[in-house]
């Protein structure tokens, strides 16, 4: 078989460029924790439309469960932040429902475990309506909170719903990784008129991200629906999102080291999902792995591999793609467990090595 | 011209004509009747943490007599054209008809006003019309036609119109969102009351509660209105329900049952609920007692669960249409004459509508993606196979400020 690529040869072209977490082109830039990019893009919507407000559980007194919302309470008052009992299908229903009349909520779910609850208003009332009302009735409400796994909290607060609610036509379903993600992202999807599902994650809000200038002005938004490259490369295309864009950063890095470039697209959004920028980049580099912390079945890795397998972008592949996931279980609490039942830097190392030295036979056999 | 009928004084117990109140001279909209109006006392309302509840008597003029018979006699109307068009298999999928209730949503229509919204569940045809909706706006849309006031892509559940959000086809659903409703209307403080309606099935819906205690917490002008016709599908109240007075199951929450089969009781009703709810005193919970003649929907014959002898003997003695149109007949609010006519006039409206609606084209296979986004950011819509890409159009105006 004719390869596109020319082959790697593992070990040998130890790269000196090395670099750490790509985020801003700025050099003058100043670190941001994720929570507080929230915080900031959160505050200057509020502040530039009187309909905009948050409202969930513990979002105002308790200055949110995870303080993304602090000090919003104290600034807009109780008309605008909103502290709901612990009932997550009624508080969501009648976010939506707010949103049917003309304002713009954010619905803040403690974590995204507990939107399950919930799913009935994000699927049926707000993600279904501007359709079936014929155009009649938009619904611009963003739904957010943590998502995914924590760190020692059990198999019902640990799960990913990035495959879930992107799924579903007529929701938006955000990814962000960085701060400047975070914030960008926040602010476009408070301003869309359709409903968003901007799925966080709580390791990821105490992380200092540089954020440029540019990034800090309030004047500052992301597009919905366009993937990122955090870091080129030209041996294989690394596709991720969210708290799995961390993984797969460090894992090139490691890689780099072993000559091994891998270009890292960090997706910011679920749905749309940027296929083009996909597709152009296998098309340069003719490999593809996924890495996400979700289940595998029916996940974003397995959508991934389906548009490359309907597409053009089929035959520029050398090797087979893979995907690197969450394992097959429920989230085990045992801290000895829980690390094998998320990917790691050296899992997706692996698999990159796997793919890119055509042994996925092998491996995959093992 | 105006003649009596005879018989029409042994159904009128109880009322009593206001006799101070009509003079000779009656007014131009009501030239064929002799009063130009009439108080009637209503069926005693029973109350929950109330010390005062809604005038137990009320007055109807003449002119708002043959409004209100208008609109009950074109929502019997619109079903059964419904009714004939599912059974011709032109509506499609569900289809479930209001005949019997129709006195609950005209009274309430009666009394509010242009600020207020509704929202309610599947049984929704009525209401669409009543909110502004044509009667060829409904019916196509029942038809899945172009004309339809969804476009044909929503259904007989999925209707909607200004300040009416819908039509929702989950059980329950549409309380929490009308409390939302509510909540958009006094963040922005325009004196708006929302409705949302549900059946006693519905009633026992966790989602009902939590909407309640919200709306109580945070003093929503939220007026949750049970319509109680005595079965969620064909499971009787009784065993359903725990308890069965609906009106006094959101505790905290202050109550009223209303006669759902008088159109002036739920009319009165409603002018309380909004006198209360619009004073920033919070949300009110009504029960309306009713009745549907039809099954739960198109499919079930609604036989098994109840007797032939119940649904006739309500038709004959509480039928919500045949009382009021006794009531203004031996009150001389209304001629025979002027309800044949309006009879008429109503079977012309829906029957042109009727036919409008069978012949009306769908639209066309570009508007399968009309819609789905206000702002679209998909590059194209997936179709059911790769080679067959779809794109997304914007049909409908994008007027949102």
Not at chain 1, 21 to 37: E, G
Not at chain 1, 286 to 292: A, D, F, K, N, S
Not at chain 1, 335 to 351: C, F, G, H, I, M
Request: proline share 5%; hydrophobic share 40%.
């Amino acid at each position: 078989m004719a390869l596109k690529s020319s082959p790697v040869v593992f070990g040998l072209l130890a790269r000196l460029s090395r670099r750490s977490f790509s985020t801003s082109k700025a050099l003058a830039s100043k670190p941001v924790t994720v929570r507080d990019a929230l915080n900031q893009a959160i505050d200057e919507e509020m502040e530039k439309d009187e309909r905009v407000f948050v409202m969930g559980e513990e979002v105002a007194q308790y200055d949110g469960a995870y303080k993304v919302t602090r000090g919003l309470w104290k600034k807009y008052g109780d008309k605008r932040v909103i502290d709901t009992p612990i009932t997550e299908i009624g508080f969501a229903g009648i976010a939506v429902g707010a949103a049917f009349g003309g304002l713009r909520p954010i619905c803040e779910f403690m974590t995204f475990n507990f939107s399950m609850q919930a799913i009935d208003h994000i699927i049926n009332s707000a993600a279904k309506t501007y359709y079936m009302s014929g155009g009649q009735i938009p619904v611009p409400i963003v739904f957010r909170g943590p998502n995914g796994a924590a760190s020692g909290v059990g198999a019902q607060h640990s799960q990913c719903f990035g495959a879930w609610y992107s799924h579903c036509p007529g929701l938006k379903v955000v990814m962000p990784f960085s701060s400047e993600d975070h914030k960008g992202l926040m602010k476009a999807s408070i301003r869309v008129n359709d409903p968003v599902v901007f799925l966080e994650d709580e390791i990821l809000y105490g992380i200092p991200f540089p954020m440029s200038d540019e990034a800090l002005s309030p004047d500052f938004v992301l597009p919905i629906g366009k993937a990122k490259v955090e870091r080129e490369g030209k041996h294989i295309t690394v596709v991720c999102a969210g708290r799995a864009t961390d993984t797969a950063l460090q894992a090139a890095n490691e890689l780099a080291g072993n000559g091994i470039e891998c270009e890292v697209i960090n997706l910011r959004s679920l749905r749309p999902l940027d296929f083009d920028a996909i597709a152009r980049s296998v098309a340069k580099t003719h490999h593809l792995v996924t890495v996400e912390q979700g289940w595998p079945q029916s996940g974003i890795g397995a959508e991934i591999c389906a548009r490359v397998m309907e597409s053009s972008t089929f035959f520029e592949l050398d090797a087979p793609a893979w995907r690197v996931t969450g394992a097959d279980v429920p989230m085990p609490y045992a801290s000895s467990l829980e690390v094998l039942a998320l990917p790691r830097p050296k899992d997706v190392t692996a698999a990159v090595a796997a793919v890119l030295g055509n042994k996925i036979s092998e491996a995959a056999s093992q | 011209m105006s003649k009596l009928i005879p018989s029409a004084a042994k159904f009128f117990n109880g009322n009593t004509i206001a006799k101070a109140a009509a003079p000779a001279v009656t007014t131009s909209t009501a030239k064929y009747s002799t009063k130009s109006e009439a108080k009637f006392e209503v069926k005693p309302y029973k109350l929950h943490k109330l010390t005062k509840g809604p005038a137990t008597s009320a007055t109807l003029t003449a002119e708002d007599a043959l409004k209100i018979y208008a609109q009950l006699a074109i929502l019997r109307r619109i079903e059964t054209a419904s009714g004939n068009l599912y059974k011709e298999k032109i509506i499609r999928g569900f289809c479930h008809l209001y005949s019997g209730q129709e006195a609950v949503a005209v009274g309430m229509r009666q009394a509010m006003r242009d600020v207020d919204a509704v929202i309610t569940a599947y049984r929704c045809h009525g209401w669409t019309y009543l909110m502004g909706v044509s009667v060829l706006g409904v019916l196509s849309e029942l038809t899945g036609r172009r004309t339809g006031c969804s476009r044909g892509k929503g259904g007989s559940m999925h209707l909607y119109g200004r300040n009416f959000y819908g039509g929702n086809g989950i059980v329950g659903a549409q309380v929490p969102l009308g409390a939302g409703v509510a909540f958009a209307q006094k963040y922005r403080a325009d004196g708006g009351v929302t409705f949302a309606l549900y059946g006693d099935g519905a009633a026992n819906q966790g989602q009902l509660f939590e909407a309640y205690n919200m709306a109580k917490l945070w003093d929503l002008p939220c007026v949750f209105v049970c319509e109680n016709n005595g079965y969620g599908m064909g499971t009787s109240v009784d065993r359903s329900s725990a308890s069965t007075e609906y009106y006094s199951r959101g505790d905290y929450v202050p109550g009223i049952w209303v006669d759902g089969m008088d159109v002036l009781a739920t009319r009165e009703a409603t002018r309380f609920a909004i006198d209360y709810c619009s004073s920033g005193k919070g949300p009110l919970l009504m029960e309306m007692e009713t009745y549907r003649y039809s099954g739960h929907s198109m499919s079930d014959p609604g036989t098994s669960y109840r007797t032939r002898d119940e649904v006739q003997e309500v038709r004959q003695t509480r039928d919500p249409i045949t009382s009021f149109k006794e009531k203004i007949l031996s009150n001389e609010l209304a001629t025979p004459d002027q309800l044949k006519e309006i009879d008429a006039k109503v079977r012309t409206e829906v029957d042109e509508a009727t036919k409008q609606a069978k012949t009306e084209p769908e639209v066309g296979p570009e508007e399968l993606c009309g819609d789905i986004y206000y702002t679209n950011l998909e590059h194209e819509i997936r179709g059911i196979y790769p080679a067959a890409p779809l794109r997304h159009v914007e049909v409908t105006a994008r007027s949102y400020k």
